[in-house]
């Protein structure tokens, strides 16, 4: 007998997370944080799963938790091709380092137009300053 997919046990994780006030999903939480980690989103052990949603597309979680007497909150979603993918955790460190090259290239991007922005004001400049 082979062991449960981490779909299987997400999804069972779901069911109990809507149908019971206090599901025991130990091991469904320890997976889903361990995968978190991994796609640098943050762990979860400490925390209530207050929603567990996965579809095709993805999986999305809100845990809540007390700090100092203050109820706190955080959602995450992440594509449900992590936890279909044969090792869970190498696709979550490749999907986030998916995001961090995007995030670099979109700031490359907004350097090389503030430079086109700042470069034509100085050619302005130094035109005004070879007219004076």
């Known amino acids: 007998m082979t062991a449960p997919s981490l779909r299987s046990i997400l ?3 779901a069911s109990d997370v809507e149908t019971y006030r206090d599901p025991d999903i130990w091991e469904a939480q320890r997976r889903l944080s361990e ?3 991994a796609a640098g989103l943050g762990s979860i052990t400490s925390d209530r799963i207050a929603d567990l949603q996965v579809t095709d597309k993805e999986v999305y ?5 007390s700090a100092y007497s203050c109820d706190c909150d ?3 979603t992440f594509p449900a091709s992590i936890i279909d993918a044969p090792d869970p ?3 979550a460190a490749r999907w986030k380092l998916g995001r961090e090259r995007a995030d670099i ?3 490359l991007e907004e350097a090389k137009r ?3 922005h700042w470069g034509s ?6 035109a005004r300053i070879a007219a004076a």
């Open 89 to 91: 955790l190498q696709a």
């Open 11 to 13: 999804e069972a994780a």
């Open 114 to 116: 503030l430079q086109r």
């Open 74 to 76: 955080a959602r995450h």
């Open 121 to 126: 004001k100085l050619e302005e400049v130094d």
């Open 105 to 107: 290239v979109g700031k």
């Open 61 to 65: 979680v809100h845990v809540t938790w």
């Open 35 to 37: 995968v978190l980690v």
